[in-house]
């Protein structure tokens, strides 16, 4: 054998995101038609959107550094 141990990627449909993020589905929905989430559609729309756990650590991340930067700014605004 060569290599490390295989990884099973974990894959989330739109009520697991929305659970974890406490959104509405139709804002993850919408989080996806606008492309600021990446996910994809297996089946078709029958099946409804994927999201690989990775893409939506790396879209957490990015709305929480987003967040810090507007604290920041509103921070200096008020000194």
Known sequence: MTGGAAVAERYLNVHDVAEQLDV???TVRRWLRERRLRGFMPGGRRSGYRIREAELER??????????????VSEEGTS
């Open 24 to 26: 509405a589905e139709d």
């Open 59 to 72: 879209f957490v991340s990015k709305l929480e550094s987003t967040a810090a930067e507007e604290r920041s």
